[in-house]
């Protein structure tokens, strides 16, 4: 097993003359259970997203509805219908990740919450385009991203299921402040995961290379980080 | 090939072709031809009712709201407009009784009167997302299939009303000590427009569910679906 120097000093005796040899062996930057995920999670996103959008247009909480054109369901009937059989891949997929990333040690890894020191400096970084980007490293500016949209997500579900099931669910519908005050947070989760997707695919398109990886893993020297 | 079989061979393939291939789809535009996604839905639709039924707590009752908190003035909604509205015949109405039930001697509007009575002051939500208060007074649902000699084993309780509408819901709702057949609104009897005689008052279940101007009750294990629910809806819309 490699060791990965944010875990601490390295707690094993010198490994003496022959240490297992790691050179030329690789690993991918982005393992298949997460990129399964995340493009089942891209996927269960749009269509929540967009059938949402449709529902909202039945009854809109502000000034506005999103027109037809970008949203799924046609009609409230086929948009319910939309979201409530997308949040059972949105869900149990969800679920899958969070078992996954927390059991084989992902997080702590790869997704280790920065300080606000850190986001601010890759914040200018990135915007004067001098944060440099290595594979299977993260900077604390997708750090704070990614974990922001998780939570956004945790919220979304919680709310949703609030609104769903008012009743039976009562405690929830309660933590939101009942049936309306939950169909505002739904929304304003929505909003932070829609908001989440254009930064995040405006930093694709600024960093074209990260994305080949998410699709076919990619390969990390088993000594990189 | 039996339901859930068929079920089963839907579900698999909606997950092997992936929500992308069939997003131009469902929009039950043609109930005649349902295209592969209106399948697919609907298999999740019924995957759903049986979640709901999972989850539903027959001891769990809906909130329940200080006169204060009463919407005014009351909403109008109906598959029609307001001026549309059916006005039923009070003298001759009569609840028609059919299926399983022991003693299917229609009901007049005097012997609900004669009932025992209960008044609650609940939330109904609409599928829209909208959502008003309202009292609501009448004979509790359950009381009336004990009393009528149902089947309570039986799965659905079928309403008809005066207008052509028609709903169903599943029987552990039916027996909810909140389910009520609706005579009173607002502590008059029921006008016109908000089901004049009689009509289901249910807070456990959107607003949909709660048909107005009942002229028959039916206990059935055969699946009598509902007005919105042909066109799309879910059928157990619990809420
Ligand atoms: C649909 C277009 C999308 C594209 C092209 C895309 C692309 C990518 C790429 C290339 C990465 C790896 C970044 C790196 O290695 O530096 C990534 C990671 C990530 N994306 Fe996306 N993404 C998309 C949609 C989404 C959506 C809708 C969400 C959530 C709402 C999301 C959440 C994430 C998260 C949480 C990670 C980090 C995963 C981890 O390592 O645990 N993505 N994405």
């Known amino acids: 097993m490699p060791h990965h120097p944010d875990r601490g000093p390295d707690p094993r005796p ?7 040899p790691n050179r030329g062996r690789t690993r991918p930057v982005h393992p298949w259970p997460l990129r399964l995920m995340h493009w089942l999670n891209a996927t269960a996103i749009v269509v929540m997203v967009m059938s949402g959008w449709q529902i909202y247009d039945a009854s809109p909480l502000f000034g506005f509805s999103f027109p037809g054109r970008i949203t799924l369901g046609e009609w409230l009937g086929g948009a319910i219908a939309w979201h409530l059989a997308a949040m059972w891949l949105l869900v149990l997929n969800g679920v899958a990740y969070l078992a996954w990333g927390s059991l084989n040690g992902h997080f702590r890894r790869r997704l280790r919450p920065p300080g606000p020191r850190e986001v601010w400096r890759d914040t200018i970084l990135a915007l004067t385009f001098r944060l440099d980007h290595r594979h299977g490293v993260y900077n604390a500016v997708q750090r704070a991203l990614y974990l922001a949209v998780i939570a956004f997500g945790v919220l979304a579900v919680a709310s949703g299921l609030a609104v769903w099931k008012p009743v039976q669910l009562w405690f929830l519908s309660d933590l939101f402040g009942g049936f309306r005050a939950s169909r505002y947070v739904h929304f304003f989760a929505m909003a932070g995961i829609v908001g989440f997707l254009a930064v995040h695919l405006m930093l694709v398109a600024l960093v074209p290379k990260v994305l080949p990886p998410m699709i076919t893993g990619g390969r990390l020297s088993e000594d990189a980080p | 090939m039996s339901d859930a079989l068929d079920r089963r061979r839907l579900l698999g393939r909606a997950l092997a072709f992936g929500a992308l291939s069939v997003l131009p789809g469902c929009n039950y535009d043609n109930l005649q031809h349902p295209d592969f996604a209106d399948r697919a839905l609907r298999a999740m639709s019924r995957w759903n009712d049986r979640v709901q039924a999972a989850l539903f707590d027959p001891h769990t009752l809906a909130p329940t709201f200080p006169a204060s908190a ?39 509007l005097a012997d609900l009167r004669a009932a025992p009575q209960e008044s609650q002051i609940t939330r109904l939500i609409c599928v829209e997302g909208w959502r008003v208060i309202g009292q609501w007074g009448g004979v509790p649902l359950g009381w009336f299939l004990r009393r009528i000699g149902a089947d309570t ?70 699946f009598p679906g509902g007005y919105w629910v042909a066109q799309g809806y879910n059928w157990f819309s619990g809420s």
């Open chain 1, 14 to 20: 010198n490994p003496g003359p022959n240490p297992r």
């Open chain 2, 70 to 108: 009463i919407t005014r003035p009351p909403r109008f909604n109906a598959f029609y407009d307001e001026a549309h509205v059916h006005v039923v015949d009070g003298a001759s109405w009569q609840l028609e009784l059919f299926g399983n039930i022991a003693e299917k001697r229609p009901w007049r």
């Open chain 2, 153 to 222: 084993k039986a799965r659905y309780v079928s309403f008809r009303c005066a207008d052509g509408y028609y709903e169903s819901i599943d029987m552990p709702s039916a027996l909810h000590p909140q389910t009520l057949l609706a005579l009173d609104f607002l502590g008059k009897p029921l006008t016109p427009p908000f089901g004049y005689p009689l009509r289901l008052r249910i807070p456990t279940k959107l607003g949909f569910k709660n048909p107005k101007s009942l002229v028959a009750l039916g206990v059935t294990n055969v």
